[in-house]
């Protein structure tokens, strides 16, 4: 505990979200990327080629990206601005997460049904659910949604809370997180399930408002780069070459310690590039949500028309080109679907918006005249 005591207790300045944006859109890519590979790492390992290794780099490389999502979720939601109010702000979740979870979950128990295990009646729906992970990116929503519940109570941190004690709890969700993962997952002791899951990411979720204010330094993203680059090696080696199964699940988990790293770097250079531009992926952000919901629909049928890749060039275009292909082709499908007024509450825009989530309106070129002139 000695490293907290050199922590200041107030909390840093605001500094602008407006980089959020940007990179959740990119996130978003690099998450369809890692569904695009995921079954090409699991089926490929077995002649461990170098079409493997491409695969197995490529997707060590994006595992950033949910963990980045739950910090910047944790970012937003516990920032004390946005006040503390707890029905208020449950109410407006419940439109924003959970009309889309209980929907998604009946679409996709069906699409697994009769689409991807037609043949397996082992498979039973209601266990599924249970687990809290129906499908392959559902649990997100199901972590959020546990998250959320707890959200008035994390929230007292940032309201009340000293800075050291703000980071004190973060590490400590953080390491129970690791921890639990690592005894879960290495000695098959105990499972997530639906009441659960959520737990292990709450490190992750507080974290996001702790290091949501800082600003780094030349020196400070120099050293965040090579974590990150240093932390995807690590993930990459440990995946091909570490003890037990085949190739090595742990490190791939977003609580094993590469992926950690690699998320605090990813976050923290996504705040430093990202703070101005990138007007395209501004524009792209509003339809992430739908691309997070709606890609496995697109991708599983592509994919197996495609089969698995078993050259280089082919694991590259599951890896780069086709993951920017199912976005895309998500991403019009749910501009179309958000325009519907019966359809908008499955994608999470059924309710009111929140004021604070909203971008601020560029100025028109009057406004920006007239404000020069006073200025002068």
């Not at 990206?65 to 004390?80: E, N, Q, R």
Request: aromatic letters at 12%; glycine letters at 8%.
């Amino acid at each position: 505990m000695a490293p907290l005591d050199r922590i200041r207790s107030e909390n840093l300045p605001p500094t602008s979200t407006a980089w959020m944006n940007p990179a959740r859109a990119i996130a978003i890519v690099a998450v369809v990327a890692i569904h695009s590979l995921g079954t090409v790492v699991e089926e490929n390992y077995a002649t461990m080629g170098p079409d493997w290794w491409v695969a197995n780099g490529f997707d060590s490389a994006a595992r950033w990206s949910v963990p980045v999502f739950i910090m910047i979720s944790g970012a937003l939601a516990l920032d004390p601005a946005r006040g503390n109010k707890p029905r208020r702000f449950l109410s407006k979740r419940v439109w924003r997460i959970g009309i889309p979870l209980v929907f998604w979950t009946a679409v996709y128990v069906v699409f697994r049904r009769f689409y991807l295990l037609p043949t397996d009646d082992g498979w039973n729906p209601g266990i599924a659910i249970l687990t809290g992970s129906p499908f392959v990116q559902l649990y997100f929503l199901y972590v959020l949604a546990g998250l959320t519940l707890l959200t008035p109570f994390f929230r007292l941190l940032s309201v009340h809370g000293s800075r050291r004690l703000q980071w004190g709890t973060g590490l400590i969700f953080l390491g129970i997180g690791m921890l639990d993962q690592w005894a879960s997952i290495v000695f098959d002791v105990g499972e997530a399930n639906i009441a659960t899951r959520f737990l292990p990411m709450a490190g992750f979720y507080i974290l996001g408002w702790v290091l949501r204010d800082v600003v780094l330094s030349s020196r400070g993203v120099v050293l965040a780069w090579l974590t990150l680059a240093g932390a995807i090696a690590m993930t990459i080696v440990w995946a091909g070459l570490g003890p037990g199964e085949k190739p090595w699940v742990f490190p791939y988990e977003y609580l094993s310690p590469g992926v950690v790293l690699a998320s605090s770097a990813a976050y923290l250079l996504l705040h430093h590039h990202m703070n101005s531009g990138f007007r395209l992926l501004h524009w792209f952000y509003p339809y992430s949500f739908g691309v997070f919901l709606l890609h496995p629909l697109v991708l599983y049928p592509l994919r197996n028309v495609m089969g698995l890749p078993t050259t280089v060039p082919g694991v590259l275009l599951h890896a780069i080109a086709m993951p920017i292909v199912y976005t895309v082709i998500c991403a019009v499908i749910t501009w179309l679907a958000v325009k519907i007024p019966g359809v908008r509450a499955v994608f999470g825009e059924g309710g009111p918006r929140n004021p604070h989530s909203k971008p601020n309106p560029r100025p028109s070129r009057a406004r920006k005249a007239d404000s020069d002139t006073a200025s002068a």
